[in-house]
């Protein structure tokens, strides 16, 4: 198995797992240092493409944005999301995730659970392909918000859903969205590590969308905390370089190309 992948799933329960997600080198390069995973998640048709659900993100997409990513990622593992519609079926998912590792080379691909599609991972994952399953607030197969798994029926629905998604062979778990008594009994249940979105703390580790937690996508429900309103330092920033541009401020001597260095 990949070395990163044993390395991650030996810190359940020791030390926490650190996962954001990226959709761009520049930006992984800044999380490699500090993360454990980097997911290319399709969250980017949110963020980047104003979508209003997940759905028209395509595989092309994903490898466009997985391939950007790589290049800022030396240690961290590359996790890309299936997009919806790729993984129908065992043989499909097969050629798409192929497809995925082989033009981009990412570690790893992310599955969502529709407690169907256990036998897809199981499919996948024989055939050496690392798969980390989603369960709990599912986007491509949900459309309305809800706290998962809050009563003792859903809860155990839940932990029956983890446990199959385990046994097919994923390497992880993401939980999105679940009470927190889901997500502490799925992660003592469970002997690969849980990522938790929006679960409490009671997961092995946790993941956020960067752009949430950096303040720049203006979506901030109360799971996500803003590390800091990047929206206001950029414009901050593009509001002093109209104002230079239009006083003749900028560029100085300084920045003329003739007499000092050249970007390369
Ligand atoms: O698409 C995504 O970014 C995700 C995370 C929120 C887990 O699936």
Redesign the pocket.
């Known amino acids: 198995m990949n070395k990163k992948i044993i390395k991650i799933q030996k810190k359940k329960g020791k030390i926490k797992i650190v996962c954001l997600?990226a959709y761009s080198k520049s930006i992984a390069k800044i999380l490699d240092n500090y993360v454990d995973i980097i997911?290319v998640?399709?969250?980017?048709a949110n963020v980047l493409y104003g979508h209003k659900n997940?759905h028209k993100i395509s595989l092309e997409n994903i490898i466009q944005h997985t391939l950007s990513v790589k290049m800022g990622v030396k240690k961290s593992l590359l996790v890309a999301?299936m997009p919806i519609g790729s993984y129908s079926n065992p043989k499909i998912a097969l050629k798409n995730a192929k497809t995925i590792l082989k033009k981009t080379g990412c570690d790893a691909i992310?599955i969502?659970s529709n407690k169907q599609n256990y036998k897809i991972i199981d499919f996948i994952v024989r055939k050496k392909i690392p798969v980390m399953g989603?369960i709990g607030f599912t986007?491509q197969f949900k459309k309305k918000f809800k706290i998962e798994g809050q009563s003792a029926k859903e809860r155990n629905k839940l932990i029956k859903e983890a446990k199959f998604i385990e046994k097919a062979g994923a390497f992880s778990i993401?939980l999105?969205c679940l009470s927190a008594n889901s997500a502490a009994a799925i992660t003592k249940k469970l002997k690969i590590p849980t990522?938790g979105?929006g679960s409490s703390l009671y997961c092995d580790g946790q993941?956020?969308?960067t752009d949430d937690m950096l303040g720049i996508s203006g979506f901030y429900p109360k799971f996500v905390k803003k590390y800091v309103n990047l929206d206001r330092i950029i414009e901050k920033a593009v509001k002093k370089y109209s104002r230079e541009v239009k006083l003749n401020k900028f560029p100085k001597k300084n920045n003329f190309l003739d007499g000092s260095k050249r970007r390369t």
């Open positions: 997600t997911l998640g399709d969250s980017m997940t999301d992310k969502e989603h986007p993401v999105e990522i979105i993941i956020l969308v």
